[in-house]
């Protein structure tokens, strides 16, 4: 009998090799903005997932997916003249769709969606770029919807970031966004969460380049 559901290792692999669908690489013709670095918040988790891969919708073999709107989360982790940088460990990290961390010291425990992984990684290849499976994130007390960002990077120190959902109103009030003066940096960390064309499940896409301030060769 053929298993209806396609095995966890497939499926992850299967994600992986189809992310460079999700991103249109371009010229670049001078110097990118660095991304707007913050701050790695209190809910990094203590003890990581058994499950910590690029698919957080679904716990290691599980049949039943998390609650929320998937999206497609993709990018590239760049030099500031647009190289791609490879081998960076991407970390992201979110509240799911009731407001709940996978932290164990996150509000509403008791009501974390058992089926949403929390956390996941992605290692970056040649061309620079990741890619998640997740869901659009949700606001909780005191904080507009946003996933949080770690880059590693071998010989370096961890960076971490925050990306927002462009066109939320309740950004114009979140503490750590007001907290960056510049307009033009401000725009590196809020990108559009739009819609997959053609997806029946209305499903989102979402592409964050990560710029960093050095260039590969200074590794």
């Not at 690489?25 to 690029?54: I, S």
């Not at 990741?130 to 007390?141: C, E, G, L, Q, S």
Request: net charge positive; glycine share 12%; aromatic share 10%.
């Amino acid at each position: 009998m053929i298993h209806p559901h396609p095995s966890r290792r497939a499926f992850v692999r299967n994600l992986t090799l189809g992310a460079a669908g999700l991103w249109v690489p371009g010229a670049f013709a001078e110097a990118l903005t660095q991304t707007a670095k913050q701050t790695e918040g209190p809910f990094y988790p203590v003890d990581l997932p058994l499950d910590t891969d690029n698919d957080l919708i679904i716990v290691n073999d599980g049949l039943t997916r998390s609650v929320g709107t998937i999206t497609h989360l993709s990018g590239r982790i760049l030099g500031p003249s647009g190289a791609p940088i490879r081998n960076a460990l991407v970390e992201i990290w979110q509240v799911d769709h009731h407001g709940v961390y996978l932290h164990k010291g996150s509000a509403g425990a008791e009501k974390r969606d058992k089926n949403f992984q929390g956390f996941g990684r992605f290692l970056t290849g040649t061309t620079g770029e990741y890619y998640f499976r997740t869901i659009k994130p949700v606001a909780y007390p005191g904080r507009t919807p946003h996933i949080h960002f770690a880059v590693k990077l071998k010989g370096r120190e961890k960076w971490t970031t925050q990306l927002y959902i462009k066109g939320e109103p309740q950004n114009e009030k979140d503490g750590p966004i007001r907290g960056i003066q510049d307009p033009k940096k401000r725009e590196t960390i809020i990108c559009d969460f739009a819609p997959v064309p053609g997806s029946k499940a209305g499903e989102l896409a979402a592409k964050f380049d990560i710029v960093m301030g050095f260039t590969p060769g200074d590794m």
